[in-house]
């Protein structure tokens, strides 16, 4: 087993701090646009921030252990190092991580409910069990190709439309509209991943949509989910003028679809990390044109 000098930092690995922006981006939106609406709660921010990263790192912890456990992840493997798979915590001690920190989700995301009622206490209840069946069980969610459609679902539409609920007791158009927009950029994360790993992943018989349809269809993914995003910026303009501002990273779009058009395998490394932080300033920037 590998010694590391700081003990906490096989745990950060596994956290997989570069996808945080995942969590966090709409919450943030799902807030402004609560703020917007002359509703807003910070206890209810602070909350909903926090559930969400505890299930983002249950799901990040649940796929380095479910990935190494059916050998997605091996000595081959081309993406970032993940903390099972290279011996620095051992599959017992991942166990005892995933339900810790899943419990404790499910402790704060019982608590929410007693101000969104039964209704979000469902919701909740499908956000941990998929952040767990993503990879894990006979019906892994990433090996059936439904990862794409369950980000774009449980990080997008319930991330932001939840917040916003939770605020506001009311679900609208445009909570919809917000939701899908970060969604789809949140799900171009997975996109980039999955671009990346096909190859290992068809031997290891995760059958994603890049497995199933090719590198090409996956560029096709990532410009289509692009153009949601931007599109859903235009379109809260009914909300406020300023919702344009994450326009101005298109600069940078453009950059990453260069990426994704000529680069291969371990090149996509940081075309993932930079695609996760389009994905935070496009939040942050959609955030602030709502709350202007």
């Known amino acids: 087993m590998v010694v590391l000098s700081n003990k906490f930092t096989p745990w950060i690995l596994a956290a997989r701090p570069k996808t945080l922006p995942a969590a966090i981006g709409p919450v943030l939106v799902g807030s402004a646009l609560a703020f917007s609406s002359s509703s807003f709660?910070?206890?209810?921010?602070?909350?909903?921030?926090?559930?969400?990263?505890?299930?983002?790192?249950s799901s990040n912890f649940a796929n380095d252990l479910f990935d190494y456990l059916k050998g997605a992840d091996g000595a081959d493997r081309i993406g970032p190092k993940?903390?099972?798979?290279?011996?620095?915590?051992?599959?017992?001690?991942?166990?005892?991580a995933v339900f810790l920190v899943t419990l404790a989700a499910v402790i704060l995301g019982v608590w929410l409910s007693s101000i969104g009622g039964p209704v979000l206490l469902l919701l909740g209840f499908f956000c941990v069990a998929a952040a767990i069946l993503y990879t894990a069980g006979p019906f892994a969610l990433a090996y059936k190709g439904l990862g794409d459609i369950a980000v774009f679902i449980f990080f997008g539409l319930v991330g932001v439309a939840g917040t916003y609920y939770l605020h506001t007791g009311e679900i609208t158009f445009y909570s919809i509209v917000a939701g899908a927009g970060v969604?789809?950029?949140?799900?171009?994360?997975l996109v980039v991943?999955?671009?990346?790993?096909?190859?290992?992943?068809?031997?290891?018989?995760?059958?994603?949509?890049?497995?199933?349809?090719?590198?090409?269809?996956?560029?096709?993914?990532?410009?289509?989910?692009?153009?949601?995003?931007?599109?859903?910026?235009?379109?809260?303009v009914g909300v406020r003028p300023w919702t344009l501002l994450p326009l101005l990273t298109l600069p940078f779009a453009v950059k990453m679809i260069k990426e994704m058009l000529k680069l291969e395998?371990?090149?996509l490394n940081n075309t993932l990390?930079?695609?996760?932080?389009?994905?935070?300033?496009?939040?942050?920037?959609?955030?602030l044109g709502l709350i202007i």
């Open 193 to 236: 991943n999955n671009t990346r790993d096909r190859h290992h992943d068809a031997l290891a018989g995760k059958r994603t949509l890049a497995v199933r349809f090719g590198r090409s269809f996956c560029v096709r993914q990532y410009v289509f989910l692009l153009g949601v995003g931007y599109l859903c910026a235009v379109i809260l």
């Open 82 to 96: 993940r903390a099972v798979a290279s011996g620095l915590i051992s599959v017992k001690q991942m166990q005892i």
């Open 273 to 287: 990390a930079n695609t996760a932080r389009l994905v935070l300033a496009y939040s942050l920037l959609l955030a």
């Open 265 to 267: 395998g371990q090149e």
């Open 183 to 189: 969604g789809a950029l949140i799900t171009n994360i």
């Open 41 to 57: 709660s910070w206890q209810i921010l602070l909350a909903c921030g926090l559930l969400s990263l505890m299930l983002q790192i």
